[in-house]
């Protein structure tokens, strides 16, 4: 049987990102960050989605949030 060698990091720090790639990470967080909005978060069970027809139909359109159900 022959045993296969894994690669070693060229790097001492193995884990650390690039310049570059830290940038791009950055200016994409920012961009979310500047178009944040709410996010619900609902829970129901099946017994539920009558209430769930019900609050959602009452929510103005462009009320500027997210719903997850």
Do not use: C, N, Y
Not at 19 to 29: D, E, F, I, L
């Amino acid at each position: 049987m022959v045993k296969k060698r894994m690669k070693q990091p060229s790097s001492s720090a193995p884990f650390t990102k690039k310049p570059a790639q830290a940038a791009r990470r950055k200016s994409a967080v920012t961009s979310v960050a500047a178009a944040a909005f709410p996010i619900v978060g609902i829970g129901a069970s099946a017994g539920g989605l009558e209430a769930l027809d019900q609050f959602l139909g009452r929510v103005p359109t462009g009320s500027g949030m997210a719903f997850v159900i």
